[in-house]
């Protein structure tokens, strides 16, 4: 049997440490201002994103790695003797997976295994560490394939959103929508529903309400998280991502609970103080 590579994309959000513990390879998307395309997490940081944001007042536009890019990735580790197991962003949101599928075409078959995780963020991250303690526990590319096409349909991501311009720029909300969102001080919690993202919740008032109808929505389900899948991830909120990793360690004897925080890709559509809760339920 082959040895197993695994890799995401960049949207995956996975902290450095699980990265390197995992030794998970990373192919990124682009954030593209004006004529220039930076690649998310390399070329590219959220720090970097929000100051051309505040600087221009515009958005930058998001893009998918060209089978090219992802050629490139992944011949190298073919040429060695893995088989590659690629885990990316839904195919209800982005192009990612069907350019990976090109690539992966070019090989033998069999060789490279392209899984639509129909999830964004850290929700596709999850997937990714599950799947690489499958691979160290001896399964095959099959078996972490069925397990994964199995559970993607009970992975929960919920987050929540603090201001409507984000939406509004990148063309997810209509400018009067965003104007009396802002104005009514709304705070919507999106949901990741069969790959896309939808608003069941509508958060009127302080912000303190509404992290913590996130944190009681995930505390519904809590004697069925699977142990080792919470997370919680944001962008430039870090002491209200501790703040939930406190209270779900508390509410479910869970004892590490990563906090990632979420790149260019996600932030660019999201905005600043984001923050979300993932989970596999059983």
Known sequence: MRKIKIFTDSTSDLTPKLLERFDIGIVPLYVVFGETSYRDGVDMVPGTLYRLVDETGNLPKTSAPSPGDFLSHFEPFIQDGFDILYIGLSSEISSTIQNATIAANQFEEGRITVIDSRNLCTGIG???????????????????????????????????????????????????????????????????????????????????????????????????????TLYVAHSYALEEAEYLRDELARATGEKDIPITEAGCVISSHCGRQTVGIFYMKA
């Open 126 to 228: 999850l997937q990714v560490v599950q799947a690489a303690r499958l691979a160290e526990e001896g399964k095959t590319v099959q078996e972490i394939t069925t397990y994964l096409l199995n559970k993607r349909g009970d992975i929960e991501s919920e987050f929540l959103i603090d201001t409507l311009d984000y939406l509004h720029k990148g063309g997810r909300c209509s400018s009067v929508q965003a104007l009396i969102g802002n104005m009514l001080k709304i705070r919507p919690i999106v949901k990741v529903v069969d790959g896309k993202m939808i608003v069941p919740v509508k958060i009127r008032g302080k912000r303190e309400k509404a992290l913590q109808q996130l944190l009681d929505n995930a505390l519904v389900n809590a004697r069925q998280m699977v142990p080792g």
